[in-house]
């Protein structure tokens, strides 16, 4: 299984930008699909969920500004994001989750917002 994930760049805050995330190798129809975030320094965080079915969840610090989607026909995920801010710098990582024995990562794209 591979995700590949791609969109990431520099943007003045304010601006806005949108990920993507392809993904191949896999039939499974079950699954979670996430964007995560790791800043310099940081832990990685939790950014956005969403289900199979469509049902998604947002972290605090961005709810509001970003939207998770999802094609399951195109088997890629999206996060748009608005309003950028200088908090959310980082390293974002797309996963797929179906089982602990089925959970992928892509390699992560660099969102940066000068401060």
């Known amino acids: 299984v591979q995700l590949q994930a791609s969109g990431g760049g520099k943007v003045q805050a304010g601006g806005s930008l949108r990920l993507s995330c392809a993904y191949s190798?896999?039939?499974?129809?079950?699954?979670?699909m996430s964007w995560y975030r790791q800043a310099p320094g940081e832990q990685r965080e939790l950014v956005a969920y969403?289900?199979?079915?469509?049902?998604?969840n947002y972290a605090d610090n961005v709810m509001g500004r970003f939207t998770i989607s999802r094609d399951n026909a195109k088997n890629t995920m999206d996060l748009q994001m608005r309003s950028l801010k200088p908090e959310d710098t980082a390293v974002y990582y797309c996963?797929?989750?179906?089982?602990?024995?089925?959970?992928?990562w892509g390699q992560g794209t660099q969102v940066t917002v000068p401060a």
């Open positions: 969403i289900s199979s079915a469509g049902s998604t």
């Open positions: 190798g896999t039939t499974s129809s079950a699954n979670v």
């Open positions: 996963r797929r989750y179906h089982t602990p024995a089925e959970d992928y």
